[in-house]
């Protein structure tokens, strides 16, 4: 695994927050079709049915992915059942900006989590790049008045948020430990159809204590059907997939940090179609966090 950042890793790296900033933004317009964890659950019903016909014969006994059950079993727990169905659940309370830019906290997670369980060493330049990223997160959340800091109150959707990007840190880090049999780690639609069909089981589980503790039901209809659609083929196939590659060119610490261009993605969007035109305190923010990535990718 290299750390070397060339431009076609770059690119690797900066799909997935492009497909993810427009997942934060479709999860917020269909929040009143379908409950949160639901939706989760069906995202990846129709991201299973997309993988089958490219990768079915991992679903055989002498694939090795049931000898491995347990690394797929953490895997998709972690990057599957926890982290998507806290972001959708984040966006109930928090809007899509809020939630991109709280979790630019991204990078600290990664180097930590690398430091103290993967035995990664962290650079000078990774430390400055998180410091900057964590400043663009705290202008965001004082909304550019520092003095406003001491007075902030997180909705629960952050503290959604920032759950659920611990649980995708660790989750990239297992990723570069390569541990899966060599067949299902050289074919990217058996090693991401081998997380679905455990992470099928976690999100279902937890989609159905939503129904059973909550009021839930599902208002169907074509919007309902295009945004599952979307959601399904580029958050979840698609940039996952380019994730994954990113992640073994680069290092999850390196990726981590293009992780943060989701929220220049997302103040696009966000204006694009919900009307919640960026501010000032957002440019600085941005500025911030695209400071961070260019220092933490400095050799």
């Not at 649980?167 to 780690?185: F, G, K, M, T, V």
Request: proline share 5%; hydrophobic share 60%.
């Amino acid at each position: 695994m290299t750390q070397k950042l060339s431009p076609v890793t770059a690119l690797l790296l900066t799909v997935p927050p492009l497909l993810w900033a427009g997942n934060a933004v479709v999860g917020r317009l269909v929040s009143d079709l379908v409950p949160p964890i639901t939706l989760n659950f069906l995202r990846w019903a129709v991201a299973l049915f997309i993988l089958l016909p490219l990768a079915g014969w991992v679903l055989r006994r002498s694939s090795g992915m049931w000898q491995h059950w347990q690394r797929f079993a953490l895997l998709s727990l972690l990057g599957v059942g926890c982290y998507n169905a806290l972001q959708y659940l984040a966006l109930q309370t928090s809007t899509p900006l809020n939630v991109t830019l709280v979790a630019a906290s991204g990078p600290v997670w990664m180097l930590g989590i690398g430091a103290l369980f993967f035995q990664a060493p962290v650079r000078r330049a990774q430390v400055y790049g998180a410091v900057l990223s964590i400043l663009g997160v705290l202008v965001v959340l004082s909304r550019g008045d520092w003095a406003q800091l001491m007075a902030v109150r997180l909705v629960v959707g952050d503290l959604f948020i920032l759950l659920a990007t611990a649980c995708w840190s660790w989750y990239s880090w297992l990723l570069s430990r390569r541990d899966e049999p060599e067949a299902i780690r050289n074919d990217w639609a058996a090693f991401l159809l081998a997380q679905v069909v455990f992470g099928l089981a976690w999100s279902g589980l937890f989609a159905g204590m939503e129904w059973g503790l909550t009021d839930a039901h599902i208002r169907w209809g074509w919007p309902l059907i295009a945004a599952l659609a979307f959601v399904a083929v580029g958050p979840a196939v698609l940039a996952y997939r380019c994730w994954g590659l990113g992640i073994q060119r680069a290092g999850p610490a390196v990726a981590g940090f293009f992780a943060n261009l989701t929220p220049l993605f997302a103040a696009i969007f966000s204006a694009a179609f919900l009307g919640e035109l960026p501010q000032l305190y957002h440019v600085a923010a941005f500025a911030l966090i695209v400071g961070g990535i260019v220092v933490s990718a400095r050799p």
